[in-house]
């Protein structure tokens, strides 16, 4: 499978602890997207990188929150001091810069905070 | 700020019959609008756009720009179309790519 890979795909962790979530884009694919997805919401948008930089941000994205794509390929989501609202799903995803709003998914990575 | 609702967080019917999904939007500008579908245990992935005219899987939609809505149609459901379905939105023009903002979802059930 060529698509877009995240890692890990679970994760329990315990109150104000650090978690660090990884994507691994398509290859050819310059932009990358971080959403997170709430039980019985829809995807939100948290930020995107064309390339190695970080473009836009959004309000949901507080300080705790950090995200590098430091050589334009793969990325990070790292999560300090976590907390249990923090709990949700992570979503990656890519796409070329250019083609038009075509976004591909990878499988998300479930974060449990207890 | 830009919304995107869908009513109904579940719909049921049966096999053959006729579907539509409902999807209303509010955004000052001109949006692009889509449906993303995601079946059991898979990835979340798009099923159609409005600007590429196009039906797929035997669904189509059709922007309203009157109504601010996107509705979702198939006029006969098969069971292989159950799955949870995300209208979403995003501005037009290079940086508005791939910033999307999502429904809450519908999740279509198709019975024999």
């Known amino acids: 499978d060529t698509g877009v890979s995240q890692d890990p795909r679970h994760k329990i962790t315990k109150r104000g602890q650090n978690v660090t979530f990884r994507c691994d884009p398509i290859?050819?694919?310059?932009?990358l997207y971080w959403y997170r997805q709430t039980l019985g919401q829809g995807p939100e948008f948290l930020t995107y990188f064309q390339n190695e930089a970080q473009l836009e941000k959004s309000r949901l994205l507080s300080d705790r929150f950090s995200a590098e794509r430091p050589k334009g390929s793969f990325s990070t989501l790292e999560i300090q001091r976590t907390e249990q609202g923090d709990s949700a799903m992570y979503l990656c995803?890519?796409?070329?810069?250019?083609?038009?709003?075509?976004?591909?998914f990878g499988e998300g990575s479930w974060l449990t905070v207890v | 700020a830009q919304r995107v609702t869908q009513p109904e967080k579940l719909l049921s019917v049966f096999k053959g019959a006729p579907v539509e999904l409902k999807c209303n939007y509010s955004y000052s500008g001109s949006p692009e609008l889509f449906w993303y579908v995601q079946y059991s245990r898979q990835r979340l992935q798009l099923l159609l756009r409005h600007i590429s005219r196009e039906s797929i899987k035997g669904f189509t939609a059709d922007l309203n720009k009157g109504e601010t809505s996107f509705h979702l149609k198939k006029p006969f459901a098969q069971e292989e179309d159950s799955a949870m379905y995300y209208c979403a939105l995003s501005g037009a023009g290079g940086t508005s790519y791939g910033k999307l903002t999502f429904g809450q979802g519908t999740i279509l059930t198709v019975h024999p």
């Open positions: 290859s050819e694919h310059n932009r």
């Open positions: 995803a890519s796409s070329l810069a250019w083609g038009g709003n075509t976004i591909y």
